[in-house]
């Protein structure tokens, strides 16, 4: 269900559905498979509506135009379609888009509250800042299944299934108990002499921001830091309270209260830009002691060197002077280069330009 930074969109859109008419309002298109290059992998989910309007576009590489085509016949007969573009099906819509690869696209009509119940499951696992996996039955012996696939939630146990034959989820559950797999892919499960294609995606909480700072770059990354889904925290040390504006959360807290006020996990990052010395400093030690996977501070060389020489302790997650070099100067082009860096670490990129690089680009 897409990379955890679009799904909030999506979750929203899907929310705000009238369904109580019973008809389908929309459609969501999820890639099941792929092979050879495609700009966006298994899992990529896209929301088409009844009007046309769509919710995060797969778009570029990908032959978004007849999957929007399908969607409409789907929402009419209110019945999935498990469609293939490739060199077998549907080749000339590739050979349109200029796509050197080919993949399988499951297209489900949303009518009714019972289709959006694994997205609640989903969001109950993200609020919680929790992993699992979440495995989609879309084919019973290579047709799709329909009105609509069957679907579990899974987290050590299953948090949340809608899957009735007991076997089917019971073998289901041992390959999620048993999958270490990074990034979706399909398996074939058997039961009961039927083969069906399984689609499972490992969930991870959405990456979080937490900025410390009261300056205009400050709020030029945070609003960057939304731009991009991470849920982002703006530390005030001399704001009062606490309140949220345009989706930001908004907090004033010291360093010695920073860990009781922000969630400080793995799954966070965080950057110190209050441009006073003894202030970062002392934002910059109670980071270190928290949990978070990066730690920037921005500032001059000279800043950087006085910063590394109090903290007297190598921590590969302190980053500082904090960004990619690409020659920022303004606020704004101050936030690119942060928010690129922190991308690229997540990722387990090195930021260097693609056209030098012979790596695949969504590995």
Not at 165 to 185: F, G, K, N, Q
């Amino acid at each position: 269900m897409n990379v955890a930074q679009e799904f909030d969109s999506l979750y929203r859109a899907a929310r705000a559905l009238p369904l109580a008419s019973g008809m389908p309002e929309a459609a969501l298109a999820t890639i099941t498979q792929t092979r050879g290059s495609t700009f966006r992998r298994a899992g990529a989910s896209m929301l088409i509506r009844r009007d046309g309007s769509l919710v995060c576009e797969l778009s570029g590489g990908c032959p978004q135009r007849d999957i929007v085509w399908r969607a409409q016949q789907v929402m009419e007969g209110g019945q999935a379609q498990l469609v293939s573009y490739g060199r077998n099906a549907n080749y000339d819509v590739m050979l349109e888009t200029g796509c050197g690869g080919e993949l399988d696209v499951l297209i489900e009509p949303l009518r009714d509250e019972r289709d959006l119940q694994f997205l609640d499951a989903m969001e109950r696992l993200r609020e919680r800042r929790g992993s699992g996996v979440l495995a989609t039955v879309y084919a019973v012996d290579g047709q799709a299944l329909s009105p609509r696939p069957w679907r579990t939630v899974w987290r050590d146990e299953a948090a949340w299934s809608d899957i009735d034959d007991d076997a089917l989820r019971s073998r289901i559950e041992a390959v999620l108990h048993s999958s270490r797999a990074m990034v979706a892919t399909s398996v074939r499960v058997e039961s009961g002499a039927r083969h069906y294609d399984v689609l499972v995606e490992p969930l991870r909480p959405p990456h979080a921001l937490v900025v410390v700072g009261d300056g205009i770059g400050a709020r030029m990354l945070g609003e960057l830091s939304m731009q991009l889904g991470w849920r982002t925290t703006l530390v005030d040390p001399a704001q009062v309270g606490g309140d949220t504006d345009g989706g930001i959360r908004r907090v004033g807290a010291s360093a010695r209260s920073l860990a009781t006020q922000v969630t400080l996990d793995a799954m966070t990052s965080a950057v110190v830009m209050t441009h006073r010395w003894e202030r970062d400093l002392d934002y910059v030690a109670a980071l270190l002691d928290s949990g978070v996977s990066y730690i920037g501070v921005i500032g001059s060389r000279q800043r950087a060197a006085q910063i590394t020489a109090a903290v007297a302790r190598v921590d590969p997650r302190l980053h500082v002077p904090a960004g990619l070099d690409v020659g920022s100067e303004t606020p704004q082009e101050i936030a690119l280069a942060v928010a690129a860096e922190i991308l690229a670490l997540r990722n387990g990129k090195e930021g260097g330009l693609l056209s030098r690089t012979g790596t695949p680009i969504h590995a």
